[in-house]
């Protein structure tokens, strides 16, 4: 304990209380793992996901219980927040948040990775789910670090578990080259994150965010161009990660060649584990000097936000228009934080977290429901274009209503999560007066409705431009799958309180 | 019972959804039945409503959070209060009487069930409205029902005249519902809240979040902009031109929605938020100004009119006009009353009109009309007793309400209001007495043919009438000194007394029924005794007041040369420069927005390398810029 | 005695080197290893700092340790894909991995 108030270290016993959610997903990774090595090739294949996905629930409520940890410990009186080994690792609500939409996100991702299996025999089940488990903690690691050592091998055992998972369909000549696209980009960011790291230790003699955003108000005006290059850098390699332009060219190409779980992964868990990474480092490390430098945020912002969309609009692959798609959302996305240099009083950062939050969860929903569907319908069509759409009102009529639901959703159409995650990121916005940032919002939405309308068109104005009209035969896991999508889609968009109300009401950073 | 109200709305919701999944082939018999059940039921938990909030007040609104936006709450939900569970009442009752009507007078029709489909729909949007506890789900449900008379007047879009009439209707509200918009969000912007209760607090203490314009000035701004909404959607001079051209729509509709019910939300919205009116002096008298000149203006232009829909339609015009300006002279007991007693006696009078129009195979012109009491003589009956309510003839229910109106005038200090209302009522009941006359009594002058068909419709189309028409003679009591004003307790609901009430003057009350009788009876010498003769009049001294009212004082006219004109010639001007130059700049920008997303799509090349390079060079913009910035280079 | 901008300006020359093989040589595995080369002139800029820094301590050896291994796992994982992709393709030339574009 050097110096910083209002903190309560915790024993290293408690590590098992704090820590069960990692715990739990590292268990079931090595149990899955060594399972797999004694049991028989087909039973192997049957259990695994399942086993994986009961692991994911257990940390999942795990993960609430820490909800009860956190407030428990403020209604205490003290406003303490809780760590481990000196801020190396703490316990608070904006870590929980994310690892309840990890946890989730990753169990819908298995849910429908399992269709994925029967489908493509090759693919080793087992290893499959235990990459899938040990990605989805690297990510809780990422929400729950304090340093930069910690969050650099959270960081990197979510994004190498990744590259795997991508090349994952041996047999699959795109799967792989995806995945070597994937690993030279996301290595060459990682580097240069390393590197801005490396200045940022060299200046404040600190790799722990908490004690070195002393050190960095203290140092800032002696070492501005360097101290700027280091936010720089780290915000580049982050970008990378969650596909920020002009860092995202990557995107299309490994989202069409990976697998449609693990793009949805990508797309989901990936993107929100760079923004919980994102927002940890540069509101903890850089908070003094935030003023300073939230404009590179706000350019790339803007740059997102404009080049995803118009990008997206002339795309007939639909994976490469969602993967468009799912770049823009990550300039959504960054605009809460990115506003906050403007008009940072405390409520605006609480407010900024939970429009993050809330639209990371409507997308979570929103882009889990649209891939679920793309598999099936790109599967019976057997091409990954817009034509494999058309006609799907006459051949499958809840197909066409859910997809049509989850692609307005991502357009920003009222009555679903997604324009309610909008309005609220818009009302940041205005709430600090950065207007034309909130302009280019609607302008970019409308841009998105003109080429989610190309879907809409071909699903229920065109006929049908496969031969065979039989009904299209979804797989449960993947009608449970789209069901989650589209209840949690609809119910955010009409009664957004119902999590509005638990963010308001959250300890984000432990107060 | 009041925790139960959402089910009035959800009623109609219900059976829109029923016709909807039916289609539009479902039999007539089967979309009435569900239709007209749904409304009934909706009637009776009014009723409930109406008479637990009779005993127990009003309660506070039902709501349920939807969002939370940093410090302020936006919710949704419902309230009743004494109005609102009156108005609900009044909605249901006529919404029950039109449905079961249209089946007689729809019939046949081969869009039936979509005629339904559309009523339900503004029944569901318009008791939406009524029970909105906040005016932000107000301004929705506004909309809504803009958009459900939309698509009942321009029900025939087959007719050219419906089409434009649908589109008329839809731009003049529109101008009024963007007034509407902009004092809804001022009011958000200044109180943080959208609650009518958080919203009178806020404008009682006189506090707002806006530094640009002092208090009293935004009250009066805000609540100017909220009634040019109420002025669009009541039809209040200088926007009341698309009201007398809606009734192109089916009878039914003009019943329904452009005399009893969407038409007197303007007049509902204004003393649902009176306090925020009442707290500017000079917005009400702008308001009671704009209802007085409506009120006389539309009672002269009726004068003059020949199609019978028309006619009513102007009587409905003035007398928005009346309930405007009583609430101007802030006489808000005998607005809302002259509300409720209007929905009876001006439904009553347009199914009257419709009953006659269909009897004589949709002809609507009063000039070939005349001796139909013979063959109607239900439909006549209850058109007398309708025309006679208009008309505030004792002891009918107009002759109440309207007593009270001018009384509230008169009051007020404001004499000129005063006479004009008293002016417009002798013009209203030579008018309306003028199309009795006309109609009913004399020689048929259409058709030979016609006439000898025409009969009394079915009891689908009867019943509506006989029970409107008890209401008509009726409801006036509610508020009369023999009743020792109940509804005025009611509508205070046991509280404080809201804008001014003032104990009936019987030399007035005289003075209004002489000047009603003058009007019938220069009507009667002139359509029926025919001992003064209107054609000589219309040529000879008073001409240029015939033409001018027969050509509603070319407003329409006047709007073309001062408005339409000028914006055509600009028009043409601005189409010029539009084709080439703007046109140029949207193309190029549409064309260049997909020029760019195909650049875009091909630097996409497929090679790592590429992608590292360009993530590169955007690093190193951005790092030049920002040592440029900061100034560790030179 | 070497001064920290000396070490500074080795670290940056590498990753520069480094940066420059990622994204023009052809074969695959030289472009891992030039990945391999920036991570190393982290490396050299950690242990800098971690020695001669303004506030030096032994947080940067340890993330030192923690990046060598790190890197290596990468690498590892990097051979894994590159064998997948030269059987299904035949080449290990970066170029030639273009089946996706536009």
Redesign the interface.
């Known amino acids: 304990m050097n110096g910083i108030n209002g903190v309560t270290q915790l024993a290293f016993s408690d590590v098992w209380r704090v820590m069960a959610p990692e715990i739990l997903l590292v268990l079931g990774g090595f149990l899955i793992l060594v399972l797999d090595l004694f049991m028989n090739k087909e039973s192997s294949r049957r259990l695994s996901p399942q086993l994986g996905i009961l692991f994911l629930i257990a940390a999942f409520v795990m993960t609430i219980r820490n909800f009860g940890l956190v407030s428990d410990q403020t209604a205490g009186g003290t406003g303490e927040l809780l760590n481990l080994s000196n801020m190396l690792y703490v316990l608070d609500d904006f870590g929980n948040v994310f690892k309840l939409l990890f946890t989730a996100g990753t169990a819908l991702v298995l849910l429908m990775s399992i269709d994925f299996f029967k489908q493509n025999p090759e693919v080793k089940v087992a290893e499959y789910t235990y990459l899938m488990l040990f990605a989805t903690t690297g990510a809780m690691v990422m929400a729950s670090s304090l340093d930069l050592i910690t969050l650099f091998v959270g960081l990197e055992l979510l994004s190498i578990s990744s590259y795997v998972l991508v090349a994952m369909r041996r047999n699959h000549a795109k799967s792989a080259e995806g995945g070597m696209k994937y690993l030279v980009i996301g290595s060459i960011a990682s580097a240069m994150a390393l590197y801005g790291m490396s200045f940022l230790y060299g200046v404040t003699g600190q790799t722990n965010l908490a004690y070195g955003a002393q050190t960095v108000i203290q140092m800032w005006l002696q070492f501005k161009p360097l101290l700027t290059l280091a936010f720089l850098l780290m915000l580049i390699g982050f970008g990378v990660k969650v596909s920020l332009v002009p860092f995202h060219q990557w995107s299309p190409d490994t989202y069409e060649g990976a697998p449609n779980p693990v793009t949805a992964f990508l797309a989901v868990v990936s993107k929100a584990a760079g923004f919980a990474l994102i927002l940890r480092t540069f509101l903890w490390g850089f908070s003094g000097v935030f003023g300073d430098v939230y404009i590179y945020l706000v350019i790339l912002a803007a740059l997102t936000m404009v080049v995803g969309n118009v990008a997206a609009l002339s795309q007939k692959n639909i994976k490469r228009l969602l993967a468009y798609s799912s770049v823009a959302q990550a300039g959504y996305l960054l605009l809460p934080l990115a506003v906050l240099g403007k008009g940072k009083s405390i409520d605006n950062i609480w407010l900024a977290l939970g429009q993050t939050s809330f639209y990371l969860v409507a997308y979570l929903f929103m882009t889990m429901g649209a891939f679920a569907v793309l598999t099936v319908v790109t599967r019976q069509a057997g091409n990954e274009t817009l034509e494999a759409f058309r006609g799907l009102w006459k051949r499958a009529p809840f197909l066409a209503v859910s997809m049509a639901v989850f692609v307005l959703s991502m357009a920003g159409m009222p009555l679903t999560a997604g324009f309610i995650g909008k309005f609220y990121i818009f009302l940041g916005t205005i709430n600090t007066e950065m207007y034309w940032l909130g302009g280019l919002l609607f302008a970019t939405s409308a841009i998105a409705f003109y080429y989610y309308f190309g879907v809409l068109k071909a699903m229920f104005l065109k006929d049908s431009a496969v031969q065979s009209h039989d009904k299209i035969q979804v797989p449960v896991s993947l009608t449970v799958t789209i069901a989650i999508g589209l209840i949690g889609t609809l119910a955010l968009g009409i009664f957004p309180d119902l999590l509005m109300k638990f963010l308001n009401g959250l300890h984000w950073f432990g107060q | 019972m009041v925790q139960n109200a959402w089910l009035i709305p959800l009623f109609p919701l219900v059976a829109y959804l029923l016709l909807f999944v039916l289609g539009r082939r479902a039999q007539e018999g089967i979309v009435t039945a569900i239709s007209v059940l749904a409304a009934l039921a909706g009637f009776i938990v009014s009723l409930l409503i109406l008479s637990d909030v009779h005993a127990n007040g009003a309660s506070a609104p039902y709501v349920?959070?939807?969002?939370?936006?940093?410090?302020n709450?936006l919710s949704m939900g419902f309230e009743v209060t004494p109005l609102n569970a009156m108005m609900l009442t009044v909605v249901t009752f006529i919404s029950t009487l039109v449905l079961l009507f249209s089946k007689g007078y729809l019939h046949g029709d081969a869009r039936y069930s979509v005629f339904y489909q559309y009523l339900n729909l503004f029944i569901f949007s318009m008791l939406g409205l009524v029970i909105s506890p906040n005016l932000l789900q107000v301004y929705i449900f506004w909309e809504l029902v803009g958009l459900c008379s939309f698509l009942l007047v321009g029900f025939w879009y087959f007719k050219p005249e419906a089409a434009a009439a649908a589109k008329k209707a839809f731009i003049v509200t529109r101008i009024g519902d963007v007034g509407l918009f902009i004092g809804i969000v001022l009011i958000y912007v200044a109180t943080g809240t959208f609650e009518y209760s958080g919203v009178f607090e806020a404008f009682e203490a006189k506090k707002f979040a806006i530094d640009w314009i002092t208090p009293d000035h935004f009250i009066t701004l805000v609540a100017i902009l909220m009634f040019i909404g109420a002025m669009g959607k009541s039809a209040q001079f200088p926007l009341h031109t698309w009201l007398p051209d809606a009734m192109e729509g089916p009878t039914p509709v003009s019943a329904l929605i452009h005399a009893a019910t969407m038409v007197a939300a303007g007049v509902y919205l204004v003393a649902r938020a009176f306090p925020i009116f009442e707290a500017s002096p000079d917005a009400l008298t702008v308001i009671g100004i704009i209802g007085g000149i409506t009120a006389i203006f539309a009672a002269l232009i009726g004068l003059t009119q020949n199609d019978i829909k028309r006619v009513v339609a102007y009587s409905t015009v003035s007398q928005l006009g009346y309930m405007v300006m009583a609430l101007g002279v802030s006489a808000y007991a005998a607005s809302t009353f002259h509300l409720m007693t209007h929905a009876f006696f001006k439904a009553l009078l347009f199914l009257a009109a419709g009953s006659v129009i269909h009897a004589i195979h949709h002809n609507q012109d009063i000039r070939f009309m005349g001796g139909l009491w013979k063959k109607l003589p239900l439909t006549g009956w209850t058109f007398l007793i309708g025309a006679l309510a208009l008309s505030g003839i004792p002891p009918f229910a107009g002759f109440w309400s309207k007593d009270e109106i001018l009384l509230g005038a008169l009051k007020s200090g404001n004499t000129t209001l005063f006479v004009l209302g008293l002016i417009a009522a002798f013009c209203t009941a030579f008018y309306i007495f003028r199309v009795f006359f006309m109609t009913f009594t004399g020689e048929f002058r259409g058709e030979k043919e016609v006439y000898e068909h025409a009969h009394e419709s079915g009891s689908v189309m009867t019943i509506p009438l006989v029970l409107l028409s008890i209401m008509a003679i009726v409801a006036g009591l509610l508020n009369s000194p023999l009743t020792d004003h109940a509804f005025e307790h009611f509508i205070f609901g046991g509280g404080e007394e809201i804008g001014k009430v003032y104990d009936t003057e019987w030399w007035l009350a005289g003075l209004a029924t002489v000047v009603a009788l003058a009007g019938i009876g220069l009507s009667y010498l002139m359509y029926k005794s025919k001992s003064i003769n209107p054609e000589a009049l219309a040529n000879g001294p008073l001409r240029p007041f015939y033409q001018l009212s027969l050509n509603k004082f070319y407003v329409d006219e006047l709007y073309h040369v001062a408005i339409v004109k000028p914006v055509v010639w600009i028009g043409h001007i601005l189409n010029f420069i539009d084709k080439w130059v703007v046109d140029g700049i949207v193309h190029l920008f549409g064309e260049g927005?997909?020029i760019?997303?195909?650049g875009?799509?091909?630097?996409?090349?497929?090679?790592?390398?590429?992608?590292?390079?360009?993530?590169?060079?955007?690093?190193l913009l951005?790092?030049g810029a920002?040592?440029y910035a900061?100034?560790?280079?030179k | 005695m070497l001064s920290v901008e000396q070490f500074l300006t080795l670290g940056a020359i590498l990753f520069c080197i480094g940066l420059f093989g990622a994204l023009t040589k052809r074969n695959i595995i030289i472009v891992l290893v030039s990945i391999e080369l920036m991570l190393n002139a982290v490396n050299i800029n950690l242990l800098t700092f971690a020695r001669f820094g303004l506030m030096p301590s032994i947080n940067g050896q340890i993330f030192t340790l923690f990046t060598m291994t790190i890197a290596a796992a990468e690498l590892a994982v990097g051979l894994a894909v590159l064998i997948s992709l030269y059987r299904n393709r035949n080449t290990s030339d970066v170029r030639d991995q273009d089946l996706m574009k536009w």
């Open positions: 349920f959070h939807w969002l939370t936006v940093g410090q709450t927005t997909y760019g997303s195909l875009l799509k091909y630097s996409q090349n497929g090679q790592v390398q590429t992608y590292g390079l360009v993530t590169l060079i955007g690093a951005l790092i920002a040592m900061v100034g560790g280079v």
